[in-house]
């Protein structure tokens, strides 16, 4: 097994772990944004960046954390004034991008950086970094495919095909979710019971509990995990269609339990004791 050495810190490391892996084992920190331990790596965003000592008189060598192969004994430096100026200025052009992301300005002061001496990017883009996880999660996770990578150089942008409002997007927000500069929202319209994907202008209706009325999951999402319960249940069907709250009390009702709204209590039979 290999061995790391990361800001003075020695780790043996399995043969192709990451510097990453690597630096996460020391407990050594590393700013990631592209990031996630779920998809192939993409090392997009360039903020990992550190320093693998030079040997034989050869200088030292800048690569991404998240994706570089542990092959035989390094020795890697987090904080050299190299790694830290570069980090940096990969910062300072990610916060042009990305000007109004609260996560990315927290990151930036964890690193030390304050403000961007580079021209903010035009609204088309967005505040998007690029990262390409959103695109990742869309295609690898849900298996939908609704959003791209579109154009080329200052133009490139994900965006659904033609940039129009996606007809495939279901809107179960993952891209949301995952999104690590909070600029994918989902955005609920209670007037139209429709959530809408921004900034990718898809929009679909939201199921309604049929009990009280409440906004739940899209159609579309209760459709697909509909047809994935592989049960001709017609109970399970009915519960999907409503709201975790109105299914709590229809349960409780059931079990002839908890008389009065909002005092369940358990019978003695069920109860934990310690
Ligand atoms: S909300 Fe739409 S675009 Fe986002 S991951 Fe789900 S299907 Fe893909």
Redesign the pocket.
Known sequence: MPTVTIEGKAVAVAQESTILEAAQKAHVWIPTLCYHPTFSTLAACRICMVEIEGSAGRPGRLVTACNYPVRRDITVSVSSERAVRVRNGVMQLLLARAPESKELQELAARMGVRGTPYPKVTESQRNCILCGL?VS??EE??G????GFAGRGVERAVA?PFRQA?E?????????AICPVGT?Q?RIHTDTGEAE?SP?K?RSKLLICEECGVHMVSVPVAQAMSDRVKIDWEEFRRLARLCPECRRKQAVKALGIGAAEGSVTPPEEIQVKN
């Open positions: 959103c999660v869309c996770v849900i939908v495919s609704a959003i659904a996606s495939t997007c279901i809107a179960c927000g993952a891209c949301a994918i989902v994907i990718f898809s």
